[in-house]
């Protein structure tokens, strides 16, 4: 059977609709950065997630090629994720779109290395004949972070978001964003096929322990 990341780290995948604190271990992602309104049709974010999907897949299914990774085994693409950020480092205005500064990832196992990921872009760009050039490989140390489950569309984040930032006064914690350490989402619902209010979406932030 297939490694599923969301099935293996529940922890990160797989939280409570409430908050919680926890400590995420440094993840190895294919990234994509933009700036614009996610929703515009065939803008910036909408080519992202195609570059993110083709080198992702390219990666996947590499055992059936020439290209042999070592250590390589067999697993479910991890779902799509992005951080977001406007002009002030954790105030997000959900009614301008068009501000998000984004980089949106999809998260690779361990054993890829740096040249695999530049054999899955240059491999990627010439069978789907898609620019993937923009495509650069992360790893991202998120640290100590609050999470939890968000329930409904993306609009309505701000009501969890709230949940979040009472439950870090009350731990004697606080946000800590800045231009590296964002807002932070993981999508696991199919936004094509299951309705706004059934989308579940990880919601992250950054903290700090308060002096």
Not at 18 to 32: D, G, H, L, N, Q
Not at 154 to 161: I, L, R
Not at 195 to 205: G, I, M, Q, S
Request: net charge negative; with cysteine; charged share 30%.
């Amino acid at each position: 059977m297939a490694f599923d990341f969301k099935k293996e780290y529940k922890e990160y995948y797989l939280p409570k609709n409430k908050p919680e604190i926890v400590t995420v271990s440094p993840m190895k992602y294919i990234a994509v950065r933009g700036e614009g309104d996610p929703n515009a049709e065939g803008g910036a974010y909408q080519q992202a997630i195609s570059v993110l999907y083709a080198v992702a897949y390219t990666l996947k299914m590499s055992h059936k090629t020439d290209h042999k990774i070592e250590g390589f085994f067999e697993y479910v693409v991890p779902p799509l994720e992005g951080f977001w950020q406007q002009e002030a480092p954790g105030a997000i205005d959900y009614s301008r779109k068009e501000a998000f500064r984004w980089v949106s990832v999809i998260r690779v196992p361990d054993f890829v290395t740096q040249a695999d990921f530049d054999w899955a872009v240059e491999a990627a760009s010439r069978k789907k004949k898609l620019d993937c050039s923009s495509a650069e490989f992360l790893t991202i140390d998120e640290g100590l972070c609050v999470q939890m489950m968000h329930l409904g569309p993306f609009d309505t984040e701000p009501e969890s978001v709230a949940l979040m930032d009472a439950y870090l006064k009350e731990k004697g914690y606080a946000n800590d964003f800045s231009g590296e350490r964002m807002h932070h989402e993981i999508y696991l619902s199919d936004a094509r096929k299951v309705p706004p209010e059934k989308w579940k979406t990880v919601l992250r932030h950054p903290i700090r322990r308060m002096e």
